[in-house]
């Protein structure tokens, strides 16, 4: 068979080679050890836990060492591409602190290694096709789907491996005159790889993240473009990855049982194989049970539920590294308040068989990094997101922003800094007695004389000033418990009980529940002075009448 004649037959407009390519696209002047990385997502508008740890991975990887970190669209399935799908991604990895050096941007493209997006490549996969089926690699097979399906329930009825091999790879050795008579009568064909491979073959192979593994030879003729001219993702992944200059490919494991075709694959390309890291499944625990996470039933599996829930992007950015590497923990320990960009980030503490998420570290994380903030910085991060997700919300923190600092700045500062706030959707609920529109007063069942309320809460009153110190203050609420028979010293009273109607903590209770609405708040004293004077004698009036 005259293979070159083939390939003009099938490519008659393609006048590009590879060698043309190769210089188009030289090989990257960057310091040794620096690694070429990319994220290559389709643009469907649905990102996910698996896709950023990925993008994570990828990004560590290549500015730990130097490298390149870049974006490339897998668009060559139109009917997955969603409108916006492409800024979407970038706003999202964004929003986790990753940005790109290189690749596809919202309206185009940044880099010398583009196109990005699969979609502009075609002339660049039919110049490396037209090669292949020039030597021999690669041949078009016109089999209809009902032929297809026949070899399939054939297979299937005698247990058979699936697949277009051996004599089932009915073009494979197709005679010429055969295949031009197909493309005269104008046949759609696919276009096939040549596979020498055979499942007796065996080999080990060493992959980043996983270490050393077994692998078996394809023996599959594989699509490599589809009828409409279009790759399949293993030949794009081949030649994109080779063009790119890329160095280490990250992706999920369920790519790893297509690993040994893409072997072949930059074989018979004449490519140097790129460093591969298989990603382990992100897993959760449900009733005691690990299982991997899933789209139907974790919110926490789309990517953009954290900025919704409003964690700080450096809290994810934090919690991903921890489940990335099982070694960041202890790191985190030494080195408190280290930049994330200090720590060694490594392949070799990459979980093999599944990194388990959990939802209460995320949230003790937060609540960590929380705490350490500013008053100003909490303010600023919370406004961010309430501008975004609840603009009653923003609009109130933005009409007073002395009052929304005074209430982040209780219990912060110290050495113990209270870590009450585990992400900015919180805030409201946790700060929402603070607005008189928001306040509502929770109903609880006190188990106290209602004239014993009424009148511990107006002799509060009557001798109540904004002006006092917390300790003044504190003096009157216990001289309050006196007056209605109340213990005003706890020692006393958990001493002898049943000898008063109850303690000055349950004064402060009432107190608490007439002002806040709730039984539980901030340092009630505090709470108070940023209320001001009329707010806190006006609520505790409407507890009085109330009753
Ligand atoms: N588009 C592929 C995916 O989203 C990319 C896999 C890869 O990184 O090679 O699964």
Redesign the pocket.
């Known amino acids: 068979m005259d293979y070159n004649y083939l390939a003009q037959l099938l490519f008659p407009d393609i006048t590009t080679t590879p060698e043309d390519m190769e210089q188009r696209f030289p090989p990257r002047q960057l310091p040794e050890g620096a690694k070429v990385t990319?994220?290559?997502?389709?643009p469907t508008g649905f990102l996910h836990l698996g896709?950023l740890y990925?993008a994570f991975t990828d990004e560590r990887l290549a500015h730990t060492s130097g490298g390149v970190f870049f974006l490339r669209i897998?668009d060559t399935d139109a009917k997955r591409a969603v409108p916006g799908g492409v800024e979407l991604i970038i706003k999202t990895l964004a929003s986790f602190g990753l940005e790109f050096d290189e690749g596809a941007v919202i309206d185009g493209d940044k880099g010398a290694y583009g196109p990005y997006r699969q979609s502009e490549r075609a002339e660049i996969y039919h110049t490396y096709a037209k090669k292949l089926v020039s030597e021999g690699k690669a041949y078009p097979c016109f089999c209809t789907e009902e032929e297809l399906e026949a070899i399939r329930a054939k297979q299937e009825a005698e247990k058979l491996n699936l697949g277009y091999y051996g004599e089932f790879a009915i073009w494979r050795d197709a005679p010429i005159e055969k295949i031009e008579e197909k493309l005269k009568a104008g046949e759609q064909f696919v276009l096939r790889f040549r596979s020498e491979g055979s499942i007796e073959n065996h080999f080990k192979f060493n992959d980043q993240i996983k270490g050393d593994i077994n692998v078996t030879e394809n023996d599959i003729d594989h699509v490599i473009l589809k009828s409409d001219g279009i790759p399949t993702?293993h030949f794009a992944?081949a030649v994109d990855d080779h063009l790119m200059r890329t160095t280490h490919?990250?992706?999920?494991e369920s790519?790893l049982s297509t690993l040994p075709f893409h072997i072949q694959l930059f074989k018979a390309l004449g490519f140097k194989l790129p460093k591969y890291c298989h990603t382990a499944q992100v897993m959760k625990l449900d009733n005691g049970n690990k299982r991997k996470i899933s789209k139907r039933k974790d919110p926490e599996f789309a990517a953009t539920f954290y900025r919704e829930q409003g964690y700080p992007a450096a809290v994810t950015r934090e919690y991903l590294i921890t489940l990335l590497n099982s070694n960041f923990e202890e790191w985190r320990l030494a080195n408190q308040t280290a930049p994330i960009e200090d720590f060694k980030f490594t392949t070799k503490k990459m979980s093999v068989s599944g990194s388990l998420f959990d939802m209460d570290k995320l949230g003790d994380i937060s609540k960590n990094v929380i705490s350490r903030m500013s008053a100003d910085e909490v303010y600023d991060g919370v406004l961010e997101w309430a501008q975004q997700y609840d603009t009653d919300f923003a609009a109130k923190l933005a009409d007073n922003p002395d009052m929304a600092k005074a209430v982040f700045a209780i219990g912060r500062g110290g050495k113990k800094p209270r870590k009450d706030i585990a992400r900015w959707g919180e805030v409201k609920a946790y700060m929402s007695f603070f607005y008189d529109d928001y306040f509502t007063v929770d109903s609880v069942e006190l188990n106290f004389d209602k004239a014993d309320i009424k009148a511990a809460l107006s002799g509060f009153l009557a001798t109540y000033s904004p002006t006092d110190d917390s300790a003044v203050w504190f003096d009157k609420v216990k001289a309050v418990a006196d007056g209605v028979g109340f213990a005003s010293d706890m020692k006393a009273y958990k001493a002898n009980p049943s000898a008063f109607k109850g303690s000055v903590a349950d004064i402060s209770g009432f107190i608490r529940l007439a002002v806040t609405g709730r039984q539980n708040s901030p340092d009630l004293y505090t709470v108070m002075q940023i209320l001001g004077e009329e707010r806190v004698r006006a609520r505790i009036n409407n507890m009085i009448n109330s009753l």
């Open positions: 990319r994220f290559a997502p389709s896709n990925g897998e993702y992944h490919v990250v992706r999920d790519w």
